[in-house]
């Protein structure tokens, strides 16, 4: 490995130019089987989802960790005053205007990493891959002792206790002291969704603190006395997996009156949705003027900065935004997984077309680091961005996914998710 000190920051060195940490394919099959059972098909995991796990793990500063934070403290400040309440809830809908209490499991922040700063991609409700990620570091291989004592300083224990406080935390705001004994971890035809493993994780991990754990499709539930059945067995709390936060989808409908009714706590909410990961929200956190009505301390609005610049689409500014397009990247509102997201200098005419017909936003391009991987003896530049998966604005785990093309995706050879080490 190359000199640290004359090659410059730690982090960007590590990424560039260490290969001697890769990932233990023995490892973490080994770490799958002794959490899930045979007859779940955990022992071909690896081989049936070859691009989910990177090669290779992301150094990341710890200044830059501690910015990130900031920005995660600013958001959840903002979050919690009645302005900003009632700036966001202008757009939502009227099933997210109800507050039962639960503040949203398992928030995820996307960063990219730039040259100015870690910069806020977007915010995520019911992030992905926080289960995966928790052991994958684990399986991390290294031969140099830089690398290993970088990769020990990052092991912790803390994570399932700390996801066991969050539900907790999410049953008591609702029901109070009352006894939890059950658990569904819904999401629309789970066994055919690419995170499927995750849910058996999740699924184990409900079943290690003695609670009954289900996983089910939203047809599968139903309301009887009260009480949100699944296949004719009592739900206390739903781990809600689903993307549609109206409960307005064909087939979303007893999640919907469940919810509505109180006969469920359910996390993450349409409330949780509303306040964090509705994309218009980041039009009101970029903007300095809109900022200063949110009551935030000096420090949170510059904290604040580190959002780029976001605007809605709106039949008065489409002239100016196609002319500019090679300097931002569009978003719908409600979307999810990188799906209809288009970068403006990729961008067609017709693709501008559709854009202007739904709620897109507007946003400022933040280039995202690079970490280079050495995959079959060649070595690949390839993107990366950074998820802080949170908790009332508290850290769980950090991650990060590896890929090219436009947005984040788990298409690429030697990328995937990746363990962060924090040096």
Not at 1 to 14: A, F, K, Q, S, Y
């Given at each position: 490995?190359?000199?640290?000190?004359?090659?410059?920051?730690?982090?960007?060195?590590?990424n560039r130019e260490c290969f001697c940490i890769t990932l233990d394919n023995q490892g973490l099959q080994a770490a799958i089987r002794a959490q899930l059972p045979a007859e779940t098909g955990s022992a071909s995991l690896v081989t049936n989802h070859?691009?989910?796990?990177?090669?290779?793990?992301?150094?990341?500063?710890?200044?830059?960790?501690?910015?990130?934070?900031?920005?995660?403290?600013?958001?959840?400040?903002?979050?919690?005053?009645?302005?900003?309440?009632?700036?966001?809830?202008?757009?939502?809908?009227?099933?997210?205007?109800?507050?039962?209490?639960?503040?949203?499991?398992?928030?995820?922040?996307?960063?990219?990493?730039?040259?100015?700063?870690?910069?806020?991609?977007?915010?995520?409700?019911?992030?992905?891959?926080?289960?995966?990620?928790?052991?994958?570091?684990?399986?991390?291989?290294?031969?140099?002792?830089?690398?290993?004592?970088?990769?020990?300083?990052?092991?912790?224990?803390?994570?399932?206790?700390?996801?066991?406080?969050?539900?907790?935390?999410?049953?008591?705001?609702?029901?109070?002291?009352?006894?939890?004994?059950?658990?569904?971890?819904?999401?629309?035809?789970?066994?055919?969704?690419?995170?499927?493993?995750?849910?058996?994780?999740?699924?184990?991990?409900?079943?290690?603190?003695?609670?009954?754990?289900?996983?089910?499709?939203?047809?599968?539930?139903?309301?009887?006395?009260?009480?949100?059945?699944?296949?004719?067995?009592?739900?206390?709390?739903?781990?809600?997996?689903?993307?549609?936060?109206?409960?307005?989808?064909?087939?979303?409908?007893?999640?919907?009156?469940?919810?509505?009714?109180?006969?469920?706590?359910?996390?993450?909410?349409?409330?949780?949705?509303?306040?964090?990961?509705?994309?218009?929200?980041?039009?009101?956190?970029?903007?300095?003027?809109?900022?200063?009505?949110?009551?935030?301390?000096?420090?949170?609005?510059?904290?604040?900065?580190?959002?780029?610049?976001?605007?809605?689409?709106?039949?008065?500014?489409?002239?100016?935004?196609?002319?500019?397009?090679?300097?931002?990247?569009?978003?719908?509102?409600?979307?999810?997984?990188?799906?209809?997201?288009?970068?403006?200098?990729?961008?067609?005419?017709?693709?501008?077309?559709?854009?202007?017909?739904?709620?897109?936003?507007?946003?400022?391009?933040?280039?995202?680091?690079?970490?280079?991987?050495?995959?079959?003896?060649?070595?690949?530049?390839?993107?990366?961005?950074?998820?802080?998966?949170?908790?009332?604005?508290?850290?769980?785990?950090?991650?990060?996914?590896?890929?090219?093309?436009?947005?984040t995706n788990f298409r690429t050879a030697g990328g995937g998710f990746a363990p962060v080490f924090v040096t």
């Open positions: 490995m190359p000199t640290i000190e004359v090659l410059g920051r730690r982090d960007h060195v590590l070859p691009h989910l796990f990177a090669q290779a793990p992301v150094f990341l500063a710890r200044e830059d960790l501690e910015a990130m934070l900031d920005v995660v403290g600013a958001i959840e400040a903002a979050a919690a005053t009645p302005a900003y309440q009632d700036a966001v809830l202008t757009w939502a809908t009227a099933i997210a205007r109800e507050d039962f209490g639960p503040r949203g499991a398992f928030m995820g922040y996307d960063f990219h990493l730039t040259d100015s700063g870690p910069k806020l991609i977007e915010v995520n409700t019911n992030a992905g891959g926080a289960f995966l990620n928790a052991f994958l570091a684990r399986a991390q291989m290294a031969c140099c002792e830089e690398a290993r004592v970088v990769t020990r300083s990052a092991q912790s224990e803390e994570f399932e206790p700390a996801v066991w406080r969050m539900f907790m935390s999410e049953w008591e705001s609702q029901r109070g002291t009352l006894p939890l004994r059950s658990v569904a971890i819904v999401d629309d035809r789970p066994e055919e969704q690419y995170l499927f493993p995750e849910f058996l994780l999740a699924q184990r991990f409900f079943e290690r603190q003695g609670l009954r754990a289900l996983i089910a499709d939203p047809g599968e539930l139903s309301l009887a006395d009260g009480r949100l059945l699944c296949r004719g067995e009592p739900v206390d709390l739903v781990y809600n997996r689903l993307v549609d936060f109206s409960f307005g989808a064909p087939g979303h409908q007893v999640v919907h009156d469940a919810y509505r009714s109180g006969a469920v706590v359910l996390t993450p909410s349409p409330r949780n949705h509303a306040l964090f990961a509705d994309k218009r929200n980041l039009t009101l956190l970029s903007d300095g003027v809109a900022v200063s009505a949110f009551g935030l301390t000096l420090k949170q609005q510059q904290s604040l900065s580190a959002i780029p610049r976001t605007v809605l689409v709106t039949a008065a500014n489409v002239d100016e935004l196609w002319s500019a397009r090679k300097r931002y990247f569009f978003k719908p509102a409600g979307g999810h997984g990188g799906k209809a997201v288009y970068r403006g200098d990729k961008m067609t005419r017709s693709v501008w077309e559709h854009i202007q017909q739904g709620d897109y936003i507007a946003q400022e391009l933040a280039t995202p680091s690079q970490r280079r991987i050495r995959i079959d003896g060649e070595i690949k530049t390839l993107k990366l961005d950074v998820r802080l998966y949170t908790f009332m604005g508290s850290p769980l785990l950090t991650a990060s996914r590896v890929y090219q093309g436009q947005t």
